[in-house]
């Protein structure tokens, strides 16, 4: 059945997995996990061009995300790799794509299947064509 006119339409959420693990995990070190990696996984996708985040927007966003990360309780090796994927979304997709499997190995562990399918998924498009 087709929806009404004045229906609202469907939303996509990207990253659904990810924000699911944050909201529902304890407080503390995995959700300060999840929260983190969904951020710097929304900040690698923009760097896809069909998402048209200038990179002057991207450089700005970088700043304010590290700026963010340094108040969350991490882990040094999971802080670092963050780091080095938040700095790549400032340069494009090509560094976002070669720090990404660094955070996928740093968190992987501490992520639910769904988060790492979506880190995944995410690694192949941007290693695309």
Request: glycine fraction near 4%; hydrophobic fraction near 60%.
């Given at each position: 059945m087709p929806n009404p006119p004045y229906?609202?339409?469907?939303?996509?959420?990207?990253?659904?997995?990810?924000?699911?693990?944050?909201g529902k995990a304890p407080l503390g070190g995995r959700r300060e996990v999840a929260l983190a990696v969904y951020l710097a996984?929304?900040?690698a996708d923009d760097t896809l061009p069909e998402r048209g985040v200038s990179p002057e927007?991207?450089?700005e966003r970088a700043t304010h995300?590290?700026?963010?990360?340094s108040s969350m309780a991490l882990a040094a090796p999971v802080r670092s790799v963050l780091t080095r994927l938040?700095?790549?979304?400032?340069?494009?997709?090509?560094a976002a794509s070669a720090a990404l499997p660094a955070?996928?190995?740093a968190t992987g562990s501490q992520l639910d299947t769904g988060a790492r399918a979506e880190l995944d998924?995410?690694?192949?498009?941007?290693?695309?064509?």
């Open positions: 229906a609202v339409p469907a939303t996509s959420f990207r990253f659904a997995a990810l924000a699911t693990l944050a996984a929304r900040l927007a991207r450089a995300a590290k700026s963010w990360l938040i700095d790549a979304t400032a340069t494009g997709r090509s955070v996928i190995a998924r995410l690694a192949s498009t941007l290693a695309g064509p």
